[in-house]
């Protein structure tokens, strides 16, 4: 939900939760020597690939390191927290950093109540933190019986405006607000085909795990 939101992990703030969830003394010292004085420079090639230039060095003064196994754990717990905030309204979804939020309500009025006040609990975690949702990627979407389905729900968040949509994303799936499966199916029949084909092609000369192997290759490029 926030833009590039790995490189603006705070590095104060990411060693204060660390010494929150006990790590202290040499060990948190050895986290604040990994993520802090690091340097990086940009390297601008032309289109030839004759010409080179580059910038100076410069502290990375946020985020965390990349490509490496304890960047997406760190961030992980710098986002732990987020959860807490908004217990009591909503059920948060956090998976890296894609955070869904799910409100229940017996009527459109104490639905709507209830999004304006998580919404609201959300960007205040995420301004105390440093970060800052990403309006762009931020949708709504609601589950309900036929005949309210019309019934259109908005929210504004710092003057911008949540519409609502017909159909999500939510880790991997497509969903609908009738809980219909076709959006699903169209996207992933083009990725079972070509298992289908790479099984079929390799068939005779591939043993059973090796088939299984292909086929999972295909199915998630």
Known sequence: MCHSVVYCVNHEILLAKLRHYGIRGVSLNW???YITNRKQKVKITTQNLKHKSFCRWETIKNGVPQGLILGPLLFVIYVNDLPCSINKLASPVVYVDDTNVLVSAKNLKDLQTKIDSTLHRISEWFLFNGLTLNMEKTNMIK???NHLLNNQ???LNDNYLINEVTNIRFLGLELDNNMNWKNHV???LPKLSRACYAV???YCFSS???LKMICSFTSIR
Do not use: G
Request: net charge positive.
């Open 31 to 33: 986290f604040k020597i």
């Open 143 to 145: 589950f309900c019986t």
């Open 153 to 155: 729900q908005q929210c």
């Open 186 to 188: 169209v996207k992933i």
């Open 200 to 202: 079929r092609a390799m």
């Open 208 to 210: 059973l795990n090796m």
